[in-house]
């Protein structure tokens, strides 16, 4: 019996167990893009953490997010990790198209490719 995917879309934000340790369940950020993400078991997610940092890796992120654990939630873009669909366990919201956007410039400035 085949187990059907978890549908997960970019932008979303999803509680995800097995984070590398020591960290074991962690509200993650989807980055993989839907159209490659869908046959995949697995996603590229960032890291969202309740600790500022530099505004040039952290984006702040609003309520509609539907993270309640912290005054404030920032996507920490130095923390990615590729996850199995299979360790989202339960979504929470998804960043609004600034959010995302913003995200996406400080991914691509951590891993050198924004110029």
Same mark, same amino acid.
């Given at each position: 019996?085949?187990?059907? /995917? +978890?549908? #997960? &879309? /970019?932008g979303?934000?999803?509680?995800?167990a097995?984070?590398?340790r $020591?960290?074991?369940?962690? $509200?993650?950020?989807v980055l &993989?893009?839907?159209?490659i993400a869908r046959p +995949? %078991?697995?996603?590229?997610?960032a +890291?969202i953490t309740?600790? &500022?940092?530099?505004e040039?890796?952290?984006?702040?992120l609003g $309520?509609g997010s539907?993270?309640?654990? @912290?005054?404030? %939630? @920032?996507?920490?873009? &130095?923390? +990615?990790?590729t996850m199995?669909k299979?360790?989202?366990r339960r979504?929470?919201g /998804?960043l609004?198209?600034r959010?995302? #956007?913003s995200?996406? /410039?400080a991914?691509?400035r951590?891993?050198g490719l924004d110029g």
């Amino acid at each position: 019996m085949v187990t059907p /995917r +978890l549908d #997960a &879309t /970019r932008g979303e934000v999803w509680v995800c167990a097995r984070i590398p340790r $020591p960290i074991s369940i962690h $509200p993650v950020v989807v980055l &993989t893009s839907n159209r490659i993400a869908r046959p +995949l %078991s697995a996603v590229t997610v960032a +890291l969202i953490t309740g600790t &500022t940092g530099p505004e040039e890796t952290r984006v702040a992120l609003g $309520p509609g997010s539907g993270l309640t654990k @912290y005054d404030e %939630s @920032y996507v920490d873009c &130095t923390s +990615l990790h590729t996850m199995d669909k299979s360790s989202l366990r339960r979504r929470m919201g /998804r960043l609004d198209i600034r959010e995302l #956007a913003s995200v996406e /410039r400080a991914a691509r400035r951590v891993l050198g490719l924004d110029g």
